[in-house]
T-cell receptor, first 111, second 115 residues
Framework: DAKTTQPTSMDCAEGRAANLPCNHS???????VYWYRQIHSQGPQYIIH???NNETNEMASLIITEDRKSSTLILPHATLRDTAVYYC????????????FGTGTRLTIIP | DAGVIQSPRHEVTEMGQEVTLRCKPI?????LFWYRQTMMRGLELLIY????????DSGMPEDRFSAKMPNASFSTLKIQPSEPRDSAVYFC?????????????FGPGTRLTVL
């Protein structure tokens, strides 16, 4: 799997948009970008994933650059419950089931 | 849907004892994964199953660790004998498919403390 690089920690004010960057410069054409988060003492939770196009669901938006070497997870209106460690993962195509978790970004939402 | 169920949620045992962790995947999911999380090593995959068959156990640390999946709704991770360095949170996850467009759903974890 291609490696990812994320900032160790970030702060965001409650109610503002939280933008979490991720670099994956060695990503190959058939690899997806996944985002998971882990709230303290809980199991990781799936947020969103994408291949080339930008994606949006009820939790977040995922913006992938045209060259696919980086992406940004956007939480549009952060709440205190969004405080968690966010993992950006590049996952291989069919036949590669592994999710390789890095160290992630510890996001703290400030009241 | 109850999600992935793990038991016990907390386990405290003494070095040398056998420990068995249990997992019930989401109904209809064909893939089951066991992960371990520690401060030092982060979240790492130990083993995963497809249709009850172990596919990749390369992450299992040593022979003291074993995992089984006797049927589609139950899996165990056993440590015998346990050691203090096995102290960690163990997560079980399941997914419907192996395809990269499918997602893994994690259980709440079992926090193991080996004294």
């Amino acid at each position: 799997d291609a490696k990812t690089t994320q900032p160790t920690s970030m702060d965001c004010a409650e109610g503002r948009a939280a933008n979490l960057p991720c670099n994956h410069s060695t990503i190959s054409g058939n690899e997806y970008v996944y985002w998971y988060r882990q709230i303290h003492s809980q199991g990781p939770q799936y947020i969103i994933h994408g291949l080339k196009n930008n994606e949006t669901n009820e939790m977040a938006s995922l913006i992938i650059t045209e060259d696919r070497k980086s992406s940004t997870l956007i939480l549009p209106h952060a709440t205190l419950r969004d405080t968690a460690v966010y993992y950006c993962i590049v996952r291989g195509n069919f036949g590669n089931e592994k999710l390789t978790f890095g160290t992630g970004t510890r996001l703290t939402i400030i009241p | 849907d109850a999600g992935v169920i793990q038991s016990p949620r907390h386990e405290v045992t003494e070095m040398g004892q056998e420990v068995t962790l249990r997992c019930k995947p989401i109904s209809g999911h064909d893939y089951l994964f066991w992960y371990r999380q520690t401060m030092m090593r982060g979240l790492e995959l130990l083993i995963y199953f497809n249709n009850n068959v172990p596919i990749d156990d390369s992450g299992m640390p040593e022979d003291r660790f074993s995992a089984k999946m006797p049927n589609a709704s139950f899996s165990t991770l056993k440590i015998q004998p346990s050691e203090p360095r096995d102290s960690a949170v163990y997560f079980c996850a399941s997914s419907r498919l192996a395809h990269s467009t499918d997602t893994q759903y994690f259980g709440p974890g079992t926090r193991l403390t080996v004294l």
